[in-house]
């Protein structure tokens, strides 16, 4: 099983090179020639950062949403509308929690998607949905994946989640952060429990408070930096993280071997 990232950048990656920061789990299963395709999130870049890596809409037997932000949601008409019209009715799996879906399809999907050439649709009508409760999680191929509430934007009136994921794999275990505020006590068992971290960072001199910054990540233990890879990253010059302790940046395209 590989993790492939299709990009590394953030919400407002202008980067010729990068693009949101949207992932690729992938397993072959015994047996079978067809690889298994995990989406992480389908931000609006993903029709780009996609098709760089190789694969059409109709290629993902899954794909999982974190929450609500276009970065992570945005391609999702793309998908709906090419696997209907272009790959004769793909469908996709779309694992969710059940809290975000009825938001996913009101506020942002229903609008382009509702009015189709086989009267009013709803989002069953392009995929098959998943919904998901946060004390389960969910298997895919062979993995389990503990689906896992992290605060991204707090403020004095609400509280906007993500859903981080936990992957149980055979041979390594993963700590996917997806957009998080610096919570290192909240994090840390999950931090230690890894064997490798894939954590949201934030670069530049601007602490927007919705993601860790680099400045705050660099402060966490050294054995937990030993085994954390960073991405969703803006466009500035990137300190060494290999100096501080840290694995590195992620780059575009990079993919990890989970066994």
Sequence with gaps: MKLTFAGTGSAFCMAAENFQSNMVLETTPLGDEQPQRLLIDCGS???????????LPNDFDGVYISHLHSDHIGGLEWMALANYFVFDGHRTKLFAVKELLEPLWE??????????????????????????????????????????????IVTSENTMLSYALFGNGARTSFFLTTDAIFNPDAHMAFYQKADIIF?????????????????ELVTLPDDVKAKMWLYHYQAYDK?????????????????FDLG
């Design 199 to 215: 954590q949201d960072c934030e670069l530049g001199p601007r602490h927007s408070g919705v993601h860790a910054h680099y400045d």
């Design 107 to 152: 506020h942002s999907l229903r609008g382009g998607l509702q009015t189709s050439d086989h009267g009013n649709s709803q989002l069953s009508s392009y995929f098959d949905v998943v919904p998901l409760k946060t004390k389960d999680g969910f298997d895919w191929q062979g993995m389990h994946l503990d689906v896992i509430p992290v605060p991204h």
């Design 45 to 55: 870049d993903a029709r780009h950062s996609l098709r760089n890596l190789g694969h």
């Design 239 to 255: 300190p060494d993280a290999k100096a501080d302790g840290f694995c590195g940046f992620i780059e575009p395209e990079q993919v």
